[in-house]
């Protein structure tokens, strides 16, 4: 009761070398995923723009 320390949540457990690994992993993913994305738009609209006036 006498205990002035102020209240601290859980520490959380250093992650291993594999969690790090994949942890790596998916947030290359999530960055690549979102460059193909933007670069598939500016291909496929110009296209589709450009089929559209030609037919």
Do not use: C, N, Q
């Amino acid at each position: 009761m006498t205990d002035l320390r102020p209240y601290a949540g859980p520490l959380k457990p250093p992650l291993t070398a594999g969690a790090r690994f994949i942890r790596g992993f998916k947030r290359v993913g999530i960055v690549l995923g979102v460059i193909v994305l933007v670069g598939g738009f500016a291909i496929t609209i110009p296209i589709a723009i450009d089929e559209d006036f030609s037919s």
